[in-house]
């Protein structure tokens, strides 16, 4: 986990100040408009280390009872890898991506597609699509 000020760059990939990129939604200062921001903002919440924000933004459904990172996993770097649906109007969508770490000083990476999906005006992660 990193501790990151407002002025550092945001570890989703967009080259924005964390906060106005996604610190502002793990502020709770606004929410995700579509679901690739989720996405990236649940990217950079697992960098930091905010299981709180992971929490919110997991659907009740599929969220698990009690969430641990492991501090040893520093999360590096994600990569877009295609998406579905998951606009500005749309209710459901995915997004594939490659989250990239380091773990034990040795690299690594996990590729899923998740599926999203909005409730009350809010993007909420739901499960691999896969």
């Not at 924000?53 to 641990?68: E, F, M, Q």
């Not at 969508?93 to 590729?111: C, I, K, L, N, W």
Request: aromatic share 10%.
């Amino acid at each position: 986990m990193s501790a990151l000020t407002d002025d550092s760059r945001c570890p989703c990939g967009l080259g924005e100040p964390y906060g106005v990129c996604c610190g502002r939604f793990h502020r709770g200062a606004a929410t995700a408009p579509t679901a690739e921001l989720l996405m990236r903002s649940r990217f950079s919440a697992f960098a930091v280390g905010d299981t709180a924000y992971l929490t919110k933004t997991w659907h009740p459904k599929t969220r698990p009872a009690g969430l641990a990172l492991d501090p040893g996993q520093r999360w590096t770097f994600l990569e877009i890898l295609g998406k579905t649906g998951g606009g500005l109007l749309e209710i459901e969508g995915t997004v594939e991506f490659r989250a990239h770490y380091r773990q034990d000083r040795r690299p690594g990476s996990m590729h899923e597609n998740s599926r999203f999906v909005r409730i009350d005006g809010q993007w909420i992660y739901v499960a691999s699509a896969d």
